[in-house]
């Protein structure tokens, strides 16, 4: 079991930065792929960044790369959305997401674990 909690959300200007946090209890979640999503009112949920239990594998959608990075620190049980360059098109709920296994995935069915959503809010 893998309880996630995620942090860090706000109010920024076009152009600004956020960081989020996802910290997880458990002394597993070093075995646990992560995933960030966010839904905007609306719309679907929608993947934004993977990374692989150790950190070697990442990917992140064509819409963020360049401005988002995901990272992890297994020793802190914590992952990370450094955002920069953000757009109001971000604004949006977002999810961290934990899946057992060492596949990753870009699809939200595949996560067992979901933490409860920190607002992100950009304005032009």
């Known amino acids: 079991q893998v309880q996630l909690v995620e942090s860090g959300g706000g109010l920024v200007q076009a152009g600004g930065s956020l960081r989020l946090s996802c910290a997880a209890s458990g002394r597993t979640f070093s075995s646990y792929t992560v995933g960030w999503f966010r839904q905007a009112p609306g719309k679907e949920r929608e993947f934004v960044a993977v990374i692989s239990w150790s950190g070697e594998y990442i990917y992140e959608v064509d819409s963020v790369k360049g401005r988002f990075t995901i990272s992890r620190d297994n020793a802190k049980n914590t992952a990370y959305l450094q955002m920069n360059s953000l757009k109001p098109e971000d604004t949006a709920v977002y999810y961290c997401?934990?899946?057992?296994?060492?596949?990753?995935?870009?699809?939200?069915?595949?996560?067992?674990?979901w933490g409860q959503g920190t607002q992100v809010t950009v304005s032009s």
């Open positions: 997401a934990a899946k057992r296994g060492s596949s990753t995935s870009t699809a939200h069915y595949a996560y067992d674990y």
